[in-house]
């Protein structure tokens, strides 16, 4: 990985709703309406900061009937990649954000979204 690839990754997670976004991510893969739900961010917002992850590498998405699925991206724990989300798995556990950002999160479902969001 070079410079720049690494430097991305950083930059990436160096986002406080980037972060909101990767610790609902570690609990199950969703649709973005379902991180709209547990975040309270706009819908556009929110598939601004996926695209921003998953060009970094840490975030990959898979289309589901309608739906496009996200989930935190299946790193070699040896990688820079790996090693981020090792780390961000860590960090915050206690953060009131994150607490109420995953009790919404434990509610979100695609039966409160249109299909394709």
């Given at each position: 990985?070079?410079m720049?690839?690494?430097?991305?990754?950083?930059?990436?997670?160096?986002?406080?709703?980037?972060m909101?976004?990767?610790?609902?991510?570690?609990?199950?893969?969703?649709?973005v309406?379902?991180?709209?739900?547990?975040?309270?961010?706009?819908?556009?917002?929110?598939?601004?900061?996926?695209?921003?992850?998953?060009d970094?590498?840490?975030?990959?998405?898979?289309?589901?009937?309608?739906?496009?699925?996200?989930?935190?991206?299946?790193?070699?724990?040896?990688?820079?990649?790996?090693?981020?989300?090792?780390?961000?798995a860590?960090?915050?556990?206690?953060?009131?954000?994150?607490?109420?950002?995953?009790?919404?999160?434990?509610?979100?479902?695609?039966?409160?979204?249109?299909?394709?969001?």
């Amino acid at each position: 990985m070079q410079m720049r690839d690494q430097v991305r990754v950083l930059d990436a997670v160096a986002d406080e709703n980037r972060m909101r976004i990767l610790k609902c991510l570690q609990v199950r893969p969703a649709c973005v309406c379902e991180l709209v739900q547990a975040t309270l961010m706009p819908q556009p917002r929110v598939s601004r900061h996926l695209r921003i992850l998953r060009d970094a590498g840490l975030v990959s998405d898979a289309r589901d009937a309608q739906w496009v699925e996200y989930s935190l991206a299946a790193a070699d724990s040896d990688s820079p990649v790996g090693r981020v989300l090792a780390l961000v798995a860590e960090w915050l556990e206690d953060d009131p954000q994150v607490v109420e950002d995953r009790g919404r999160y434990e509610t979100a479902s695609r039966d409160q979204c249109a299909p394709g969001e």
